[in-house]
């Protein structure tokens, strides 16, 4: 007998702050909510939620009242680039050959893993980071899969979905990369996947609707902006490749109900205006729920 099909859902916009770091967290918030937004991909580093500041859990109930008072839903992003190491960009990482070093990640996601129970947060994302040279590639798979496994027990635990995200140029690039990870750790159901469209845009052989009907089953994050084939840049809606309408109404049939988070990091200098006609550009191009349809 077939299984139903999923209940289409009406997408719930994010916007990161990882492309609004020249406001106050307090400022993006209010932004965000008054622009109409549903929610928030709160990346963790030292301008917002510091995640190694000594008062991190007082700040994390600061923003939490926050969030309530805005009605925004959160999900917690790790992807500073320097927030463990001011000269090594996402260093150290999951493969790092030293096992201290990769022990500070570690600490770092269990730690946002508790931020994201104690904000409510429909789900922590995290990635592999880059092969290091001179690694073979199935001890850093091995690698991985040992350095997640305390961090997927930490959010079983907390009841946070972990969701890690392919990201071209890593050791997870792409949705089979993602595949294999499952089968190295003997594919445990808390584990999730963020899916990056514009990544989807930029290597992965299927289309980027069809990206998003094949991780259906594993989507717990979304990650969006435009991009072109072959180029990992994140672009303004508009400057890119991706034919958004298909993609945007594909997400709706899988039934997802998490944020739909807008990722411009490299844009903060024009975070507010961004921020703005991003959210009229994905209106725009969204089709409407047909009447009787989940919200």
């Known amino acids: 007998m077939t299984a139903p099909a ?18 106050r967290l307090d400022d993006a918030l209010g932004l965000l909510a008054d622009l109409g937004y549903d929610g928030v991909g709160l990346t963790l580093d030292h301008m917002h939620l510091d995640p190694l ?3 991190l859990a007082a700040r994390t109930r600061e923003v939490a009242r926050a969030l309530d008072r805005h009605r925004l839903a959160v999900t917690v992003e790790t992807g500073g680039r320097y927030v463990l190491d001011p000269r090594r ?18 600490r770092l996601l269990v730690r946002a893993v508790q931020v994201a129970a104690d904000l409510g947060a429909h789900a922590v994302h995290c990635f592999s980071g880059v092969t290091p040279d ?16 305390p961090v997927l027990e930490a959010a079983d635990s907390a009841g946070v979905p972990l969701a890690i995200e392919p990201e071209p140029g890593h050791l997870l690039a792409t949705l089979a990369d993602f595949h294999r990870l499952r089968r190295e750790l003997g594919s445990p159901e808390g ?8 990544h989807c845009q930029c290597l992965e052989p299927l289309s980027a609707a069809d990206c998003v009907r094949a991780a259906a089953p594993w989507l717990r994050h979304v990650q969006v902006e435009d991009m072109r084939r072959g180029v990992h840049e994140h672009l303004p809606f508009g400057e890119g490749e991706i034919d958004f309408p298909p993609v945007l109404d594909a997400l709706a049939a899988t039934g997802y109900r998490g944020l ?10 024009a975070g507010p205006q961004l921020a703005a006609q991003s959210l009229d550009f994905l209106r725009s191009v969204t089709r409407p729920a047909p009447r009787g349809g989940t919200s």
């Open 89 to 106: 960009k996402h260093g150290p990482s999951l493969l790092d050959p030293d096992p201290d070093a990769r022990a500070l990640r570690i």
């Open 260 to 269: 739909t988070v807008v990722e411009l990091p490299r844009h903060s200098h």
């Open 53 to 55: 500041a000594p008062d």
């Open 191 to 198: 584990l999730g996947l963020t899916l990056d469209i514009g």
């Open 6 to 23: 999923p209940e289409r859902a009406a997408p719930r916009w994010g916007y990161g702050t990882n492309g609004l770091t020249d406001l």
């Open 134 to 149: 001179g690694t073979d590639p199935d001890r850093a798979w091995k690698r991985l899969a040992a350095a997640l496994t």
